[in-house]
């Protein structure tokens, strides 16, 4: 018995064992569909081994992976679940964001949240995480920005994917996979779906209200997708899959990358095409737009420099049809994750789409002012209904018609992904409003000053607004919070002084100025005190010391010598007339004193300090020996003057 339970033991664990090994290799095969970005045949392998209850973190990752690379939202977010359940020690903070994106392409905005949360407590230095902490209100934001198009399903799409609609002439060019005439051999393996081809529509007598292949010359046997052609009709700039000689040519993972060709229009044929020079075979690059005054090519890249899964770069195209090297728009635009399918306007306004910056789910449309290649301005989320919680794409807009069309594989479309047009209703607002306001005062009297310039300066050093302080001594200016600028206060006689303010929220901000001066333009016999503006140091009735409401007055004198090292003053100091004429003289001659000991004790050296009593004879107004006058009157007669000496 126990011989016969050995051999029974042995059987079991070979029969594990093979099992265990037919799993491996099951895995290992859906993995290299994976890393070659076959991800439809990947899923259906590791569903398989999945149901022979084989499971492990990678698995779910690569799985959820797959799921979302081909917007299988409701799958890729319970996949995701499943390994946040079992797996938590193994997560990165990526898998968290894809999790939350799904959550929120599903409408789930709460769990989405929650997940995001844990994925900015996971991440140091990441703009999305920057991002959602500083926008935890979006869906605001979003609010605020929708409802700006009517929207309606394009008449041309079909049960097929329709996207990347790029205007030709009167009509359009389209990329889709309806009709390609390929074997199911040439099906792309990412999503098991036909090869794209361009179409046009409406853009000559041929096309007029039908849909036909926008030509032979430019169409192959593998992917021809995003377009855009200059306005003379003469140049097309395209995506298509990396192919030499009718052949298509793999990277050493076994991928085929995007690359973009150029065309020529000759003799009615597109001709002499060829591809750009900074595409590579290690990297895609796709998705061409053109700058208004069609100079500079804007396109997409998961080239070196990248910052996240792919970012929107820039061109010179030179006089001689060469480029400049690629130029990546910066971190302002481009994120962690997806920025693609750019288009720009007549008016400078970028729009693309992004999976990066805070969005209702999926790829959403966001636009940006781009004048003067200033890519620092606001990005704005263009709300509902040209987002949706699906993937939202191919943004192009005529400013002159305010119309525009766009692609989306929200629900209830036709096909897969669907092209829609639309008309713009009101137009998105990108200016950032701030009211700056303050005051511009005297550092050492703390005095305002009155008629002093407030200007703006952007960061190319031109002036762009100013304002005059008030009466008293305020300003108020209204700046755009979508550029960085310096606000710089100046009044004659003083240092001018600035502050830096960066693009901001728009929130009211207060800037009060405290200038020194240049120089005291004073001489012998002058009163400082009156040069700096300075209230009165007056004295208590038969009383020398200093009083309290006095001594910040002497505190600015003290600021003032301590900033002129070689300001020496005699302190003269005065009665009322009342009393005899000798103890006035006393009186105010122990207030010099008092005074200058006051200065001396915070620090002023007493070989720059003299000290003079007047009594009565030299009273401020009328209230001399015999006049009748009020005790107010009095009272500015006792006091102390600073007299400059040197």
């Known amino acids: 018995m126990i011989k016969k339970a050995y051999i029974v033991f042995i059987l079991f664990v070979i029969t594990v064992q093979g099992i265990s090994f037919g799993q491996e290799r ?36 690569k799985l959820g992976n797959s799921y979302y690379y081909n917007a299988n939202y409701q799958e890729a977010a319970e996949t995701y679940a499943r390994l946040v359940t079992e797996f938590s020690d193994a997560i990165a903070p990526e898998d968290y964001f894809k999790y939350a994106q799904t959550l929120k392409t599903l409408g789930d905005y709460d769990a989405s949240n929650e997940i995001m949360a844990k994925f900015t407590m996971l991440t140091t230095g990441d703009g999305r995480a920057s991002a959602f902490k500083k926008e935890r209100d979006y869906l605001a934001e979003i609010k605020a ?48 779906k036909d090869f794209l081809d361009l179409y046009k529509v409406n853009s000559d007598s041929i096309s007029q209200n039908k849909v036909v292949k926008f030509g032979e010359q430019v169409n192959t046997r593998l992917h021809e997708s995003t377009s855009v052609v200059t306005s003379d009709g003469e140049t097309l700039y395209f995506t298509r899959n990396n192919i030499v000689e009718g052949k298509y040519v793999k990277d050493e993972k076994g991928i085929i990358r995007l690359k973009i060709f150029r065309a020529k229009m000759i003799d009615g044929l597109w001709s002499e095409i060829e591809e750009l020079p900074f595409n590579n075979n290690s990297y895609s690059v796709a998705n061409p737009a053109l700058s208004p005054d069609e100079n500079t090519l804007y396109f997409v890249s998961d080239m070196p420099g990248t910052f996240g899964l792919s970012d929107i770069f820039m061109v010179t195209i030179n006089d001689d049809g060469t480029f400049s090297n690629p130029e990546n728009l910066g971190p302002n635009i481009n994120t962690e994750a997806r920025e693609t399918f750019p288009f720009v306007t007549r008016d400078e306004i970028l729009y693309f789409s992004s999976d990066g910056h805070p969005g209702l789910g999926g790829l959403d449309v966001f636009a940006t002012k781009i004048k003067r290649k200033d890519f620092q301005g606001r990005v704005l989320n263009v ?18 018609t305010k119309t525009g069309y766009m692609a989306s594989n929200r629900e209830a479309g036709l096909g897969e992904d669907d092209i829609y047009s639309f008309g713009e209703k009101e137009p998105l607002v990108f200016e950032c409003i701030q009211k700056i306001s303050g005051t511009v005062r005297d550092k050492i009297s ?56 960066g693009v901001s929220d728009g929130k009211p901000k207060i800037i009060d100025f405290y200038l020194e001066r240049d120089v005291i ?39 003032a010598m301590e900033k002129y090292p070689s300001l020496k003053i005699q302190v003269n100091s005065h009665t009322d007339s009342r009393g005899p004429a000798a103890y006035n003289l006393w009186l105010s001659q122990k207030r010099a004193e008092a005074t200058i000991n006051y200065m001396i004790l915070r620090g002023i050296s007493s070989n720059r300090l003299a000290s003079k009593g007047f009594g009565e004879t030299k009273p401020f107004n009328e209230c001399s020996d015999g006049v009748k006058c009020s005790q107010e009157k009095h009272d500015l007669n006792r006091r102390s003057e600073f007299i400059i000496l040197e």
Request: with cysteine.
């Open 26 to 61: 099951l895995v290992t095969k859906a993995n290299e569909k994976y890393e070659e970005y076959s991800f439809r045949p990947a899923i259906d392998i590791y569903k398989k081994v999945l149901d022979k209850g084989f499971v492990s973190a990678d698995l779910l990752k």
């Open 145 to 192: 920005n929708s409802g700006r198009y009517d929207i309606k399903p394009f008449e041309y799409n079909s049960v097929y994917s329709e996207f990347a609609p790029t205007y030709y002439k009167e009509g359009l060019i389209f990329s889709s996979d309806r009709d390609t005439g390929n074997f199911a051999r040439y099906r792309h393996t990412w999503n098991s």
């Open 383 to 400: 709300g509902e209904p040209i987002n949706s919680n699906r993937d939202d794409f191919t943004f192009i807009f005529d400013d002159s």
């Open 446 to 501: 703390n005095n305002v000053l009155v008629g002093a310039t407030v200007k703006v300066i952007d960061e190319a050093n031109e002036e762009i607004l100013s304002a005059i302080t008030n009466s008293d001594g305020n300003y108020t200016l209204v700046l755009d919070c979508n550029q960085g600028n310096f606000v710089r206060a100046l009044m004659e006689g003083y240092v001018p002084f600035e502050e830096y303010i």
């Open 521 to 559: 333009t004073a001489g012998f016999g002058d009163d400082l005190a009156k040069l700096l503006q300075l209230s009165t140091i007056y004295f208590d009735f038969n009383k020398y010391n200093i009083r309290k409401d006095s001594e910040l007055e002497v505190e600015k004198v003290i600021a």
